[in-house]
């Protein structure tokens, strides 16, 4: 006997939360998060309306499952925007299509490219995906942020760090608090972000404008050789 393919409506149970976190997804890219309710998620999935709750108790662990799922797509999209800008020639990022095989085989990369691909990465990320961006905003740059999210945020963080702290010790950064330097870069690309989005900057010059100004920030924290 010949078993029907699986899709929408015939999932397993185990397949099913991830198929909803993936349905829901694509729904925060068309409508926005206000419009991402459990009962449209059900019918795009093809499942019952009360299939959703077997899973995630109500809208708000949906979405913040989604937010996870977000955040898990932000790091891959800055893996590439490093190796694209550096070659691949940071530890443990994987290279992206279109990165010189020469480049990638050297390992010899610009260093001082990382933080400016980390800050301009994050700025494109938000600025192409405006939705995703205020969920995790909703979500993590809020007065306590969500707990679910804690481990996703800590490597986040943490990656950061260690890239702040290598430059240092490579004396291409200046010295100090590498969590306080974290800090004003995130608000930095943050701020510009949202000034982007709110339509502060005029969009056909926003990237412009932004690889700019963490230039100006970037020879503001640079060791001076």
């Not at 610009?110 to 909703?138: E, I, K, N, Q, T």
């Amino acid at each position: 006997m010949t078993e029907r393919p699986a899709g929408r409506g015939s999932y397993h149970h185990g397949a099913l939360p991830e198929a909803l976190v993936g349905v829901a997804f694509e729904l925060l890219d068309e409508v926005g998060q206000e419009q991402v309710t459990m009962r449209e998620v059900a019918r795009r999935a093809g499942v019952s309306a009360g299939a959703p709750f077997r899973h995630f108790a109500d809208r708000r662990a949906l979405l913040t499952a989604v937010a996870d799922r977000v955040l898990a797509d932000f790091e891959a999209w800055q893996r590439a925007e490093v190796a694209a800008a550096t070659g691949a020639a940071v530890a443990g990022v994987e290279q992206p299509a279109g990165v010189p095989e020469q480049a990638a085989a050297d390992g010899a990369g610009d260093r001082r490219a990382v933080l400016r691909a980390l800050g301009l990465g994050f700025v494109r990320y938000a600025v192409r995906h405006p939705h995703r961006f205020a969920l995790v905003r909703s979500r993590v740059f809020a007065p306590a942020p969500q707990p679910e999210l804690r481990e996703r945020l800590s490597g986040i963080d943490r990656a950061y760090t260690e890239v702040i702290v290598a430059d240092q010790a490579a004396g291409l950064l200046r010295p100090g608090d590498p969590e306080l330097v974290g800090f004003a870069g995130q608000a930095l690309v943050y701020g510009l972000a949202q000034m982007i989005l709110d339509g502060y900057l005029p969009a056909e010059k926003a990237e412009e404008v932004a690889a700019q100004v963490l230039d100006t920030f970037g020879r503001g924290i640079a060791n001076p050789r």
